[in-house]
């Protein structure tokens, strides 16, 4: 559904997005991840042809970002919710609706039956007279969604869909684009929470400038994290570090009585670690895998790559 | 070519006028304005007429003056209403989703300029006819004849207040894109007044002769200078531009 080839975007000198490449299948909910200034909303603005590219390109649904003559034609077939939901706070639920339904060419038969379906399913529908201005952060936040929604896009996207949302408003909005992903809709979604990608995605790309990471949350946390035991024991000696130093581990930490050892499969090499901790004298109280959550994940490359 | 859709460029517009009509700070300093003039100016001229000497010839070019009021007002008018539409979207945070709409930058544009120039014509043009009225009720005992329409109010109208509007409407595009205050637009788009003043305090000490050569040469040039800027307000106003280098 949307195939991006070394898209690049520069500034004058600055680089806001390095020869990024991903692809996104029809049905998906893809996540990109980058901490402020990584490029995300450069890329989905590239994406939705509101600023030009560099060079390098992006297709969606068959249309070339490259082409001039697609841009009203990938424009019609997107949903855009900016970062700032950008309503206009004069004008009551409805015709804030009814005005982008308009422009995207929703016919009227249609509009009429269309707004009130998303007003209704997102619990707007006795507001639908109301001045948005007197709405709440998070009424506000359901109403972009539904703009975004109101002409039935192919692909949506949504730039950072749960900032400055109290939790309330957080889990009501990604509880809706779970709705959403149920209804198989494509989805590309700009985040640094890293809780709302790992519920939510089915992949991720983490960005940041270039892209540093790709994947399923659970593919990214196994190959960029490695496994882990951690061992907690009575105490921890200069022989019990030996002892494991000598089974060929590289990398040992200790934090107090807790030894975290990186492994290669636990299954083969947990037995030998509690034979060793146990012939050097060690009393072990609990021997446990240390999975990692995206966040570890995020911030050990961010790190790396900084 | 420019490729417009109506549809849009109506939607546009109609949306930005709803929003005006709101505001009622637009709606006194830009609609009420004009007919305040239009009942002060013939207001004076009544009590002139009826509590002064003056001769009643002495009072006609005073009376064409007034006329002129009409394309002054063309020109403060729309910069109101213009540095809210474009300057209050961008201060509101709700350009990015129009946008992301299957428009044209050039739909947008339109629709925009028109939200501001269709209320203030239609103004204009309405305080023009109770100026007329009222003032052909003060004046016509005594002139024996009615004074207006005359053909210099009739270019002043028709040709000279819709390109003041127009030219005033196009500089506020530019400011626009300058600006992340209204007032500030307002003030700064204000300067498309300095001209217009100049030539009334011109045409008041008798340097300038209001007729209707006059007043179609100075159609010719205000036609000049809104290709101009057509074309300048066009560039400013681009998707890119709009999201990387509006301020």
């Known amino acids: 559904m949307i195939k991006i080839e070394n898209l690049t975007k520069k500034y004058g000198n600055l680089t806001a997005v390095d020869n990024l490449s991903l692809q996104v299948e029809e049905g998906e909910v893809f996540g990109l991840l980058g901490p402020n200034g990584a490029g995300k909303t450069t890329t989905v603005r590239m994406l939705c042809c509101l600023i030009s590219k560099t060079s390098g390109n992006a297709i969606l649904n068959n249309l070339s970002i490259d082409n001039k003559n697609n841009r009203l034609e990938i424009r019609k077939m997107i949903g855009l919710l900016p970062e700032n939901v950008g309503l206009y706070e004069g004008l009551s639920a409805y015709k804030n609706l009814d005005f982008y339904a308009k422009l995207y060419q929703v016919p009227e038969n249609e509009r009429k039956e269309r707004i009130e379906y998303y007003l209704k399913m997102l619990d707007l529908w006795k507001k639908k007279d109301v001045t948005v201005g007197t709405f709440s952060k998070g009424m506000k936040q359901k109403l972009a969604i539904a703009r975004t929604l109101v002409h039935e896009p192919k692909i949506l996207f949504m730039d950072e869909p749960t900032a400055n949302l109290d939790p309330e408003a957080t889990k009501m909005v990604r509880d809706f684009i779970l709705e959403l992903k149920k209804e198989k809709r494509t989805i590309f979604l700009n985040t640094h929470m890293l809780d709302e990608a790992e519920r939510i995605c089915d992949r991720v790309g983490i960005l940041n400038t270039h892209l540093i990471a790709i994947g399923s949350p659970d593919e990214l946390r196994r190959s960029l994290w490695g496994k882990k035991t951690v061992v907690m024991v009575d105490a921890v000696t200069d022989s019990i570090l030996k002892g494991i130093k000598s089974l060929g581990f590289e990398k040992i930490v200790v934090d107090n009585s807790k030894i975290t050892i990186d492994v290669n499969d636990p299954h083969h090499d947990n037995p030998s670690i509690i034979r060793t901790i146990q012939d050097a004298g060690g009393q072990i109280q609990t021997i446990s895998e240390l999975v990692p959550t995206l966040e570890d994940v995020y911030l050990k490359e961010i790190r790396r790559n900084d | ?247």
């Open chain 2, 1 to 247: 070519m420019i490729k417009l859709n109506r549809k849009n460029v109506w939607t546009i517009t109609t949306k930005d006028i709803s929003l005006f009509l709101k505001k009622k700070w637009i709606l006194y300093s830009a609609l009420i304005l004009p007919l305040v003039f239009s009942i002060g100016l013939p207001t004076i001229v009544w009590y002139i007429i009826n509590h002064k000497d003056t001769p009643i010839q002495a009072l006609f070019p005073v009376f064409t003056a007034f006329s002129l009021f009409f394309m002054v007002l063309s020109a403060i008018i729309p910069t109101v209403i213009a540095a809210y539409s474009f300057v209050g979207e961008k201060v509101e945070k709700t350009l990015e989703p129009l946008l992301a709409t299957p428009t044209t930058d050039d739909e947008i544009l339109l629709g925009k300029s028109l939200a501001a120039f269709l209320p203030v014509i239609i103004m204009i043009f309405l305080s023009a006819v109770i100026f007329m009225v009222l003032m052909d009720i003060f004046t016509f005992a005594k002139v024996g004849y009615l004074f207006f329409p005359n053909w210099s109010f009739v270019v002043i109208l028709l040709l000279d207040a819709p390109l003041a509007c127009i030219m005033s409407i196009e500089l506020s595009v530019i400011v626009s894109s300058r600006m992340n205050d209204v007032r500030s637009a307002q003030q700064l788009a204000g300067i498309v007044l300095v001209p217009f003043l100049l030539l009334y305090i011109l045409t008041e000490f008798g340097v300038i002769t209001i007729d209707v050569n006059t007043m179609l040469l100075i159609a010719g040039i205000l036609a000049l200078i809104d290709i101009g800027l057509f074309f300048a307000s066009r560039a400013t106003f681009q998707r890119e531009e709009i999201l990387t280098k509006w301020k």
